[in-house]
């Protein structure tokens, strides 16, 4: 019996361990890779759910909002360096969405302690909208303006703007906060940022709008 159950654990080393399965927050069924998510307004809380849930969970007078999962791209988007300043981010990555809740647009960036709000200036915010009336479109709580600086900082002179589903926002922060290593992040963090932003690029659909003064 021993030289048996040492033959088993020999063997059971070479079988993979099963990932571990995601389940609906709400119902408890299992998930795929690719599932919807909710958020919670007042709490700013994701809920991982199944179709069935999302569905029946996210009706206008429901706790909860359904995220969509559109990305768009803006490459028309006017923003000044006066504006981005005026912003009061102290990074170069930040993203923007109305909330219900607060009853006002709110401004947040990803950082190593997760995501942090900034100061808004309701008159600068009203400024922006003006030239881009795509703002306007924002669905609240759950649709974002994400702003990457990154190329600007990097010398590419290159800025970009997308329009997003909320937990790609939370996603990039956690992804921030999990990564993040000494002073400057270290080189990992940085790869796996544009990696997130390249995997965005390649599933928006580019929207072009002339800009109005």
């Known amino acids: ?3 048996q159950n040492k033959a088993f ?3 059971r ?3 993979p ?3 571990p399965v995601e389940r609906c927050e709400l119902c408890g069924a299992e998930l795929a890779v690719d599932h919807q998510h909710l958020i919670e307004p007042a ?3 994701l ?3 199944c179709g069935a849930c999302a569905l029946l969970f996210s009706g206008p007078a429901g706790k909860y909002r359904r995220v969509p999962q559109r990305i768009r791209a803006l490459p028309d988007f006017q923003l000044s360096e006066a504006q981005w300043e005026s912003l009061l981010i102290p990074i ?4 923007f969405f109305h909330s219900s809740t607060a009853g006002r647009v709110v ?3 990803p950082s190593p302690a997760g995501a942090t709000e900034s100061l808004l200036a309701l008159e600068a915010w009203e400024e922006i909208v003006r030239q881009n009336p795509v703002l306007r479109g924002l669905t609240p709580d759950v649709e974002a303006l994400l702003v990457n600086r990154l190329g600007r900082a990097n010398t590419t002179g290159k800025a970009e703007y997308l329009l997003v589903p909320i937990d790609e926002c939370y996603r990039l922060t956690g992804l921030l906060r999990a990564r993040w290593r000494g002073l400057s992040g270290g080189a990992e963090v940085w790869a796996e940022i544009e990696q997130f932003f390249a995997g965005l690029r390649a599933r928006a659909i580019v929207v072009k709008e002339a800009a109005r003064a």
């Not at 170069?92 to 993203?95: D, E, K, Q, R, W």
């Open 1 to 3: 019996m021993p030289e």
């Open 9 to 11: 654990a020999t063997l």
């Open 13 to 15: 080393r070479f079988i």
């Open 17 to 19: 361990a099963r990932a």
């Open 43 to 45: 709490s700013r809380k």
């Open 47 to 49: 809920l991982c759910a």
């Open 92 to 95: 170069n990555m930040a993203f």
């Open 107 to 109: 401004a947040l960036y």
